[in-house]
């Protein structure tokens, strides 16, 4: 759908749809200027403070249900990364589950809360770095955390002009997060376990690489997304 017609069939006010002409005009994208977006059966309400979820991350979502109901019962999962919720909030609303969601972002977190209770979703929200302040065990540990590298040269204008900057940006080639969490996350998973991340698509072998440092008995398998850009890794451990 283009643009403008996104915004008439969102905004009927004469006022504000002139209003948000000039928004869009100015680089503001549609979805914050409406205020929300569908993402997989659900919608969110986005603003400046979270990432606009994206399409691929539907496909992280679906992959992800498939494999939950394939490998685990009942699980436990964690997202972390939350932002606006969509991954945490749209796994408690397909599969029988606790569910955990983090945001170092005080502000994504409220935002997150707000699309929990609008989708009633019964998630427990942590604002901390990664998962420091969860003392728990998952069966499921998911993520899309920032992985562009800071000098990326195919950012488009609109994300970098408008998204936050915390969720986009990561050291080390994009690959900080990676590392951080695939470090720290045996504390935090059952023996039997799945991590599914979003990556970059350049990052393929290098998130595989970081895995197997950390996780040298699991078993990884990677995805496309709907573009066949390489986009998904899932680090089954103990799932025979
Ligand atoms: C790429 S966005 C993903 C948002 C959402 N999960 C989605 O897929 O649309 C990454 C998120 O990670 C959060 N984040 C950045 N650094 C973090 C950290 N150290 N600990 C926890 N969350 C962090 C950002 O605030 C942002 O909400």
Redesign the pocket.
Known sequence: MEAKEYLEKYIEDKNQLENAYIRLKSGEPVQYIVGNVD?YNYNFIVNKN?????FE?EE?VSYTILFANKYFNNPIII??????????ITLKKEIISRVYA????KE?IEVAMKNAKRNNAEIEFIN????DKFNGKVDILI?????ISHDDKEIMDIVKNNE?H???YADNNGLY?YE?ILKKASRILNRKSLIAF?IGYKQKDEVKKIALKYFPNSHIITKKDMEKKDRFIFIFNNCE
């Open positions: 993402f979270v990432l606009i979820p994206r991350t992280l997202d972390v990364g939350t932002g606006s919720g969509c991954i945490a983090t945001d170092i972002s994504a901390c770095n990664l998962f993520s899309n955390p920032p992985y936050p915390l969720a986009l997060y951080e979003e």
